[in-house]
C-alpha cells in the first residue's frame, strides 16, 4: 500500500531525511516520533509533494508519487490532506466555510471568490463537522472556537477532500491535554470508520502508545525504531530521543493532569518554606 524506499532529502550537505525505507500494507494509525530537528516534517511535507525529496522512492498502491506532474500531483495532494499544528484556518471565516475550502482543488476561481458552494458541499460539511461533534459552531467565526475545535474544523475541511491518507504534522502541539485527547480521539475515529490511512507526527510518547497501530521513531534523519507500541520500551525510547539514562517518559508526556492545580499548590508550598 505505501512503500517508502531509501528516501533522502538533503538540506546542502546534511541529510534532513536519510535513506528511510519502510512498509505499510493496509491502512493504519502510524505515529512518527523524535526529537525537534528528527525530520518528521520534513518527511511529510515530501511524501504530500510540498517538498522534492533528493533521492528515493514513495509509492502508494504502486504509483510513484515522487514523480507525478500537473493534474496527477495534484490529485495526489488531494489524495492525501494535510492538517497542520497551527490549524492555518481563515481566522475571521465561519467554520462552514472554512470547512468548504477543503474543495478548492476541484473548483474555479469565480465560483470560490463568490462562496458560490454546491447546496450538496454544503450538507457534506454540515454531516462531517455533526461526525466530530462540533455542528453547533458551524456559524461562527473559527476565531471564536477552542484550539481543540480549530483543529477539528481543520480535520473536517481535510475530510472534504475525501482523502485516502490524512497526514498531520504535530496535531496536538499547540492544545493542553484535554482538547489534544479530542483531536487524536477524532484521528483514530476517521481510521477506524473509514478505513483511512492516518500518519502523525508527534512529539509524545504516550500519545503514540495510545492511538496509533505502529510507531516509526527517527533520530537525525533515520528511521531507528519501527514497530508496535508494546515494542516501544523505554529503552527504546531512549534510543530514539538520544537521552541519557536520566531520560523521563514525563518529560514527553501529554497525560491529562491539573497542571494548574499542581503548580498553585508548588508556589504554595514555596511560600510556606521561605
Ligand atoms: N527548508 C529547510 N532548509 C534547510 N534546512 C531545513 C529546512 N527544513 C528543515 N531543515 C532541517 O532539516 C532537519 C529536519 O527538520 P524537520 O522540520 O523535518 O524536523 P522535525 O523532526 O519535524 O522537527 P520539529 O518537530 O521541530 O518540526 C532540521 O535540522 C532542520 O533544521
Known sequence: MLEVKSLTKRFGTKAAVDKVSFHIDRPMMIGIIGRSGAGKSTFLRMMNRLTD?????L???GRNVLSLKGAEKRQWQSDCAMIFQQFNLVPRMD??????????GRRSTLTTMFNLYPEEDIHKAIDILGRLGISEHAEK???????????????????????????????????????????????????????????????????ARRYCD???????GRVVFDGTPAQLTTGVARDIYGAGADFSE?????????HEAVEAVERRLAKLTV
Open 53 to 57: 525529496a533528493s533521492e528515493g522512492e
Open 95 to 104: 467554520v462552514v466555510s472554512n470547512v468548504l475550502h477543503g474543495t478548492l
Open 214 to 220: 505502529r510507531i516509526i521513531g527517527m533520530r537525525d
Open 141 to 207: 467565526r473559527a476565531e471564536a472556537l477552542s484550539g481543540g475545535q480549530q483543529q477539528r474544523v481543520a480535520i473536517a475541511r481535510a475530510l472534504m477532500q475525501d482523502p485516502k491518507v490524512i497526514l498531520a504534522d504535530e496535531p496536538i502541539a499547540s492544545l493542553d491535554p484535554m482538547n489534544a485527547q479530542t483531536v487524536m480521539e477524532a484521528l483514530r475515529r476517521i481510521h477506524d470508520e473509514d478505513g483511512r490511512m492516518v500518519i502523525a507526527n508527534l512529539h509524545t510518547l504516550d500519545t
Open 250 to 258: 514525563a518529560a514527553t508526556s501529554t497525560e491529562i493532569r491539573d
Open 59 to 61: 509509492l502508494f498502491e
